[in-house]
């Protein structure tokens, strides 16, 4: 996810949002790289933060809009305004992350 997102943050693009799902295969680590991703993030980018999940839900954060499942999330996508809009969305496969787009 690392390598994902210091890719996107190098384009050349306006209005950057980002839509991050549990990292499921981390087993002991989890813990540790969801805040290491929240952290760089957050670090990184100013606005349009979206973690979504569990492991994302318990990390500490200072900007980020933090949903414990898709179905929290789902009001809030409905009220984004994301014409013009480059989207990250990464996950893994399990948090299912691109019925987002049917949704904006």
Do not use: W
């Not at 680590?29 to 957050?42: G, S």
């Not at 414990?68 to 992350?97: D, V, Y």
């Amino acid at each position: 996810m690392l390598a994902a997102l210091k890719n996107f943050k190098q384009l050349d693009a306006k209005n950057k949002y980002l839509f991050l799902g549990d990292m499921f295969e981390l087993g002991n680590e989890a813990e540790t790289e969801h805040q290491a991703i929240t952290d760089f993030v957050e670090d990184n980018f100013e606005e349009g933060i979206y973690l979504i999940g569990e492991n994302f839900f318990r990390t500490k954060t200072k900007s980020s809009h933090k949903f414990s499942s898709f179905e929290n999330l789902k009001p809030k996508l409905k009220t984004l305004q994301l014409k013009n809009t480059t989207l990250l969305i990464k996950g893994s496969r399990g948090m299912a992350l691109e019925r987002i787009l049917d949704l904006i």
